[in-house]
């Protein structure tokens, strides 16, 4: 017999942002550290993060993706500068994750939370296509929203707007 319990917490949990990112650079520090590309330098920058609301679970995924497509399309800078920093705002706790990578057309910026849309091919970077339409779910599930912004050859940057 297999039993499986599943427990589903209230999205009312209240903690601070760093907490979770901290867990997300260590892990990412890790890799960084172990580096299997030693000539790339990675900088990680986080600024004071504001109180949010919600499933740790589900916002640690969420910064995870995003923290995982900064690390990806910044592959080709040798000097890759990954930012992480909060928007004051009155109604909402805003979250910044900007990097220095390939960036993207904006023309192309509505097909970015789509499930399986791709803006670069498969030889270039790997990938399924649903890390973007994860975060767009996860944020939304919130009561939020995320905006994405990028320049090709200039970087990225998408912003997380969590209800206060």
């Known amino acids: 017999m297999h ?3 599943a427990v589903f917490a209230p999205l009312s949990w209240v903690f601070y942002a760093n907490f979770v990112l901290f867990r997300i650079f260590a892990f990412f520090g890790f890799c960084v550290a172990s580096n299997t590309e030693p000539e ?4 990680l920058i986080e600024g004071s993060l504001p109180q949010i609301s919600g499933d740790d679970v589900l916002v640690r995924m969420l910064v995870k993706n ?5 690390f990806k399309f ?6 890759a500068v990954i930012t992480v920093s909060a928007i004051p705002d009155e109604s909402y706790g805003v979250i910044s994750f900007r990097d220095n990578g390939t960036g993207f057309d904006m023309a192309y910026a509505d097909k970015l939370f789509g499930v399986f ?9 790997e990938g399924s296509g649903i890390g973007l339409a994860t975060a767009d779910r996860i944020i939304k599930r919130h009561g939020g929203r995320i905006e994405a912004y990028g320049e090709v050859d200039k970087g990225a940057e998408f912003t997380l707007y969590f209800p206060k």
């Open 74 to 79: 910044t592959r080709h800078r040798q000097n």
């Open 117 to 125: 849309q791709r803006l670069h091919l498969d030889e270039e970077y």
């Open 3 to 5: 039993i499986q319990i």
């Open 40 to 43: 790339r330098n990675i900088t």
């Open 66 to 70: 995003l923290m995982t497509n900064a």
